[in-house]
């Protein structure tokens, strides 16, 4: 927070000069990031280059102030080291792991392990609460939990299927009629964190970016699932399920938006992301071609960003799965096209951080 506001302030009287002298201005700040790598070299004559949290703080509040034209001859880093700082610096701000004390049971020994092991080869159909049972009849207690860590990371079937398809079966056979939802975050340039609610739809990849908030309520979610419903229209009749984890801001009322049409709610295990896949590789896939790329300001130009990625996404992106199609794309196939490079046309997307590529009519 003290990061934070030190640098608005120091952004804040560096832009003083550049409404008033807009002219020297941009002289006056290659001239302060020159005489400040000159001090870095100063330090640091017998040994490779290293900026410090002071340096980085400092040109990163000047980079503003320089053309982006100028930055090859007087920028001592590339924007992409920009982000790679700012990154660095959300990634340290919520890393809790040199704080956390070890909690809990103690662990397991390694004798029980092999014995949980034996006994799940030698019954392939006991699951992990009838191995449970076995040892504590042969003075062994232990928590089905642990037995079901110990077979999951072994690679052994924690609970063996009896009757019915699995769930990558289930959800592969019900992909037409399934819509995901799922939260996920985005830091600001300032270290301010917001929160973005996704639904996929299985069946055509179609992505629905509803809302971006810094304070998510079960009452925000809620409104998001009545925009969604008015968003879909008809088309909601033809889903059958919503596929959702356990988190409290989904509550009854954001279930009743999608059982009155007749949508029954599925809820995926606790910590248990892959039964939501779908959804969570969508969420991976906006982190890596938008989000790692650019710096999120505010609330407004997440809004922004996320929806022009959402029309690209939807609009042009191919999928494996719908034969390179995008989402909203018809279902014939493209008509080829000669190879005349005059005769491509590029969109540059979100300032040219992706690219669109068509033929000229």
């Known amino acids: 927070m003290i990061v934070s506001l030190l640098y608005r302030a120091t952004r804040g009287l560096l832009s003083v000069p550049a409404v008033l002298l807009r002219r020297d201005t941009a002289k006056d700040a290659e001239l302060l990031v020159l005489r400040h790598e000159n001090t870095v070299l100063r330090r640091q004559l017998n040994g490779p280059v ?56 103690p662990p397991t020994t390694a004798a029980l392990k092999r014995l949980v092991l034996r006994l799940a080869r030698e019954n392939p159909r006991w699951g992990h609460r009838r191995i449970q049972g076995e040892l504590a009849g042969l003075g062994h207690p232990i928590a089905s939990s642990t037995v079901w860590q110990i077979l999951h990371a072994a690679g052994i079937d924690p609970a063996p299927r009896r009757t019915g398809p699995s769930w990558r079966e289930f959800l592969a056979a019900q992909a037409e009629g399934i819509i995901a939802a799922d939260f996920f975050h985005l830091d600001t340039v300032t270290g301010r964190r917001l ?71 599925l809820l995926s295990a606790p910590q248990a992301p892959r039964m939501n896949a779908h959804c969570e590789r969508v969420i991976g ?40 199609r995008p989402p909203e794309a018809q279902e014939q196939p493209a008509v080829p096209h000669q190879l005349e490079p005059s005769r491509l046309l590029r969109t540059r997307v979100l300032g040219g951080v992706i690219n669109e590529y068509r033929y000229a009519a």
């Open 50 to 105: 290293r900026y410090e949290p002071a340096d980085r703080f400092w040109l990163a509040a000047l980079s503003s102030l320089i053309p982006r034209h100028r930055w090859r001859d007087v920028f001592p880093v590339t924007p992409g080291t920009l982000l790679a700082w700012h990154r660095g610096l959300i990634a340290r701000k919520w890393d809790f792991s040199a704080r956390r004390r070890r909690t809990g049971r």
């Open 285 to 324: 896939t906006v982190r890596r071609e938008a989000l790692d790329h650019v710096l999120i300001m505010n609330e407004a130009h997440a809004r922004q960003v996320l929806a022009e990625y959402r029309n690209h996404y939807n609009r042009h992106r191919p999928h494996r799965t719908r034969d390179q």
């Open 195 to 265: 929160y973005a609610l996704v639904f996929l739809e299985h069946g055509t990849r179609r992505v629905h970016i509803t809302g971006v908030t810094a304070h998510p309520t079960a009452q925000w979610a809620t409104q998001q699932a009545r925009n969604l419903a008015a968003d879909l229209g008809t088309r909601l009749d033809s889903l059958r399920f919503v596929l959702r984890d356990r988190d409290t801001k989904y509550t009854d009322s954001f279930d009743a938006v999608f059982k009155a049409e007749e949508t029954d709610v």
